[in-house]
């Protein structure tokens, strides 16, 4: 017991990249502690792409086979975290081409308390006018807002995993804004 709590402290304080490159030379099974990095991050991003969180899950769970058995090609000098994104990202695209035209279904949201039903109903309203808001927007604006809004990633680790210039980053970061502003305002 006491063996598995300190090779855990040892790769919990090292880097994704050089916790790849064990993985690659000597021990297949540390891959696990990379799942366990990323899982929650990549289930949330591939969730906000795709608005169905079964699917979301299955994205995540080939992205992380795509990459244990690309891991050798992999370049240990770039950033990890990265190389995974974009795995997912193709993933997300894949699934969004497949599906394209079965409409997501909106999450159910439960009454916080039976005391306050006005508030809560304007919550669920809101948050659905929202959720249309964001259906409407392109993937080619939706994806990067997510990525810098949601997972907070700088507009160059956004560059690295949409294969983008930092400029088109932020062009299209500026586009979503205005494009979501526009859309919900239009509900309203």
């Known amino acids: 017991m006491e063996k598995k709590e300190e090779e855990r402290s040892v790769?919990?304080?090292?880097?994704?990249?050089?916790?790849?490159?064990?993985?690659r030379s000597d021990n297949q099974e540390l891959f696990g502690y990379l799942m366990e990095r990323y899982q929650a991050k990549l289930l949330r991003y591939s969730?906000?792409?795709?608005?169905?969180?079964?699917?979301?899950?299955?994205?995540?769970?080939?992205?992380?086979?795509?990459?244990?058995?690309?891991?050798?090609?992999?370049?240990?000098?770039k950033k990890f975290s990265s190389w995974i994104y974009r795995i997912a990202h193709n993933e997300a695209l894949n699934v969004l081409k497949k599906y394209q035209k079965e409409l997501p279904m909106l999450s159910n949201f439960d009454f916080e308390s039976a005391e306050d039903l006005e508030k809560d109903f304007s919550q669920k309203e809101i948050a659905?006018?929202?959720?249309?808001?964001?259906?409407?927007?392109?993937?080619?604006?939706s994806e990067p807002l997510a990525l810098y809004y949601i997972e907070e990633k700088p507009y160059?680790?956004?560059g690295d995993i949409l294969r983008l210039p930092q400029g088109t980053v932020a062009t299209r970061i500026n586009r979503a804004k205005l494009l979501m502003k526009k859309i919900c305002q239009k509900k309203q």
């Open 11 to 23: 790769f919990e304080k090292i880097t994704d990249e050089e916790l790849a490159g064990k993985v």
């Open 47 to 77: 969730n906000n792409l795709i608005k169905d969180e079964s699917r979301a899950k299955d994205i995540v769970q080939e992205t992380f086979i795509k990459a244990f058995v690309n891991l050798n090609g992999f370049n240990l000098k």
């Open 128 to 141: 659905q006018v929202i959720e249309k808001c964001l259906s409407k927007l392109p993937v080619r604006y």
């Open 156 to 158: 160059e680790e956004i």
